[in-house]
């Protein structure tokens, strides 16, 4: 994955220095349209800091972000939150809203201060709802919800902003098994330009297109689940030893770790 100055989200040789330390070190990312890209490494390799790079929230120390071939810095921030949404770890809030009201505020980038939401508002909230299967909790308190109802929410919320790209950081934190799996299909099925940060290789092998493994802050390796997740990367990578099949009934690797 090479970046370019086409349609897109692009990272063009990032690096990113903070205090003197090397966190993202010359990393290029072009994910094709409409793929699933998984950031994978392990902590500290510089997933969410590469991830707040692409959202515009932190800027590289050198190398360029591009949106449609333009500069990021160059972008307004209103057109970026237009275009890009972003759905963190987790997600609180003190003030009781329900699932409906949490959606809407995906909205906030398409309207003007004070101005009342529009046929076009109410919309997106309802198509955001249905899609991540959520119309028939519109009106619950989110306080009541699951941590895997409360990240489902959160993709309805970054549904309703109506973008082309998704960015995901390490969603599946604190979820179980079923929501873990839920999740992930459902952001795989999206007809959205999708990157996230996972720890599970697994996971990664199961519903990403594309990934990009990060160590010490720099491009350890590049493309398909099958292509880099080997056993010789995941020793070099996260120092542990692991076996890798490829079962004839599936279209991804499986990973199965091994005792040190």
């Not at 692409?54 to 190398?63: C, D, I, N, Q, R």
């Not at 020793?235 to 009934?249: C, E, F, L, N």
């Amino acid at each position: 994955m090479t970046a370019h100055t086409g349609p897109g989200l692009r990272a063009d040789r990032i690096t990113r220095t903070t205090a003197g330390h090397l966190i993202i070190d010359g990393v290029t990312l072009a994910p094709p349209p409409g793929a699933t890209v998984g950031l994978l490494g392990p902590n500290g390799s510089g997933k969410s800091t590469l991830l707040r790079i692409l959202a515009g929230v932190l800027a590289p120390t050198s190398g360029v972000v591009t949106l449609d071939g333009a500069p990021l810095r160059d972008v307004g921030r209103r057109t970026v939150a237009r275009r890009v949404a972003v759905v963190d770890q987790d997600a609180t809030t003190q003030v009781e809203l329900s699932v409906e009201e949490v959606v809407r505020l995906g909205r906030i980038p398409h309207r003007r201060a004070w101005s009342a939401p529009t046929a076009r508002d109410d919309e997106a909230v309802r198509e955001a709802l249905a899609r991540t299967g959520l119309s028939d909790r519109a009106a619950q308190s989110w306080h009541t919800l699951s941590g895997g109802e409360r990240q489902r929410v959160q993709i309805a919320r970054a549904l309703a902003q109506t973008p082309r790209e998704l960015l995901l950081d390490e969603p599946t934190n604190h979820l179980d098994i079923h929501h873990q799996l839920d999740l992930l299909a459902l952001v795989s099925d999206l007809p959205l330009t999708s990157v996230i940060a996972l720890h599970d290789l697994n996971l990664a092998a199961m519903f990403c297109d594309h990934v990009l493994v990060l160590h010490e802050g720099a491009a350890h390796a590049s493309g398909t689940p099958s292509e880099v997740i080997t056993e010789e990367l995941i020793a070099k990578v996260y120092g542990v030893r692991a076996k890798v099949t490829h079962p004839p009934t599936e279209t991804h690797p499986t990973i199965r770790f091994l005792h040190p």
